[in-house]
Each structure stands twice: as structure tokens, then as C-alpha cells.
Nanobody, 120 residues
Framework: QVQLQESGGGLVQAGGSLRLSCAAS????????MAWYRQAPGKQRELVAA??????????VYADSVKGRFTISSDNAKNTVYLQMNSLKPEDTAVYYC???????????WGTGTLVTVSL
């Protein structure tokens, strides 16, 4: 089992920055990918960014809507994944969820989410 706890959400003005953190505990060594998703009111949950875990090089992918503004990173020593969000826009308002994925055996874990609100 893997437990995930997000933190760092809050209210920020457009153009501002926030950094989200996701602390993982449990069977971390089995996890292959860490990711951030978000879900805005009335919309489906969508992938924001993901990063591979465990290899010599970490690879990251981003949704087109956040490329150049958001950066995902990980600190394996702290079992923590971060999402640095810059140049925030009102359309970034959503609940942000941390996700941990495992390929063998298949596993998918979620945090409870942290709310990010971007005001005009």
C-alpha cells in the first residue's frame, strides 16, 4: 500500500505562484510514476504532469495547458513530489490530486486532494 498526502494549495492572484507537495509513504519502492491531476468544478479529472521514478534519469510530461508554467520534480530521499506552478491563471482553479502508479503488480494510488483557487 502507498499513502499520499498533498499540501500547498490555497488562494492566489492571477500571475502568482504556488508550490504543491505530495508526501508518499508505504511501499514507495514499488512505484514507477508519480503524477499530478486536477479536477475543476463540472469537469473531468485531467493529467497535469507526471514524472518517472526509480531510474537514473527521471522523465517528465506535461499537459499542453501548463507547459512552460508548471514544473514537476521529485526528491526521492524525502519521498516527495512537487509541482511548482507559476504564472497561474483563473482556469488553473481546481482540486489538485497526487497520484502514484505501479506497473507490476498494477496499482494506482490517490491523495485526497488540495484546492487551488486563482482569482482575477
Amino acid at each position: 500500500q502507498v499513502q499520499l498526502q498533498e499540501s500547498g494549495g490555497g488562494l492566489v492572484q492571477a500571475g502568482g505562484s504556488l508550490r504543491l507537495s505530495c508526501a508518499a509513504s508505504g511501499s514507495i519502492f514499488t512505484i514507477n510514476t508519480m503524477a499530478w491531476y486536477r479536477q475543476a468544478p463540472g469537469k473531468q479529472r485531467e493529467l497535469v504532469a507526471a514524472i518517472t521514478r526509480g531510474g537514473s534519469t527521471n522523465y517528465a510530461v506535461y499537459a499542453d495547458s501548463v507547459k512552460g508554467r508548471f514544473t514537476i520534480s521529485s526528491d526521492n530521499a524525502k519521498n516527495t513530489v512537487y509541482l511548482q506552478m507559476n504564472s497561474l491563471k483563473p482556469e488553473d482553479t481546481a482540486v489538485y490530486y497526487c497520484n502514484a502508479g505501479r506497473s507490476s503488480p498494477p496499482g494506482d494510488y490517490w491523495g485526497t486532494g488540495t484546492l487551488v483557487t486563482v482569482s482575477l
